[in-house]
Nanobody, 120 residues
């Protein structure tokens, strides 16, 4: 079984910064794409940013220039550096990973979510 454990969420003032981390643990062969999604109250879950094992990234227009996704393949960890935070960034942030087993099957895993609140 694979677990994704997120950390780094919390309360921050507008214009502030936070860094989210998500570490994958368990038995697996490798991790393909990793990413962050978020869900605000009353809204659907939306993509924030993704990163492949080779380092190619993709991000939502709403966070371009403010958020940066990165990963440490040796630690099976993905990060989300969030700068210039706005109240509209308030949401529960979920980590996602496409994990490959030793039989080369790929399974989609989700973390439990970490809340981010941007408020003065």
């Amino acid at each position: 079984q694979v677990q994704l454990v997120e950390s780094g969420g919390g309360l921050v003032q507008p214009g502030g910064s936070l860094r989210l981390s998500c570490a994958a643990s368990g038995r697996f062969f490798g991790i393909n794409r990793m990413g962050w999604y978020r869900q605000a109250p009353g809204k659907e879950r939306e993509l924030v940013a993704t990163i492949t094992s080779g380092g190619s990234t993709n991000s939502a227009d709403s966070v371009k220039g403010r958020f940066t996704i990165s990963r440490d393949n040796a630690k099976n960890t993905v990060y989300l550096q969030m700068n210039s935070l706005k109240p509209e960034d308030t949401a529960v942030y979920y980590c996602n990973a496409y994990v490959m087993s030793s039989s080369y099957s790929v399974t989609d895993y989700w973390g439990q979510g970490t809340p981010v609140t941007v408020s003065s």
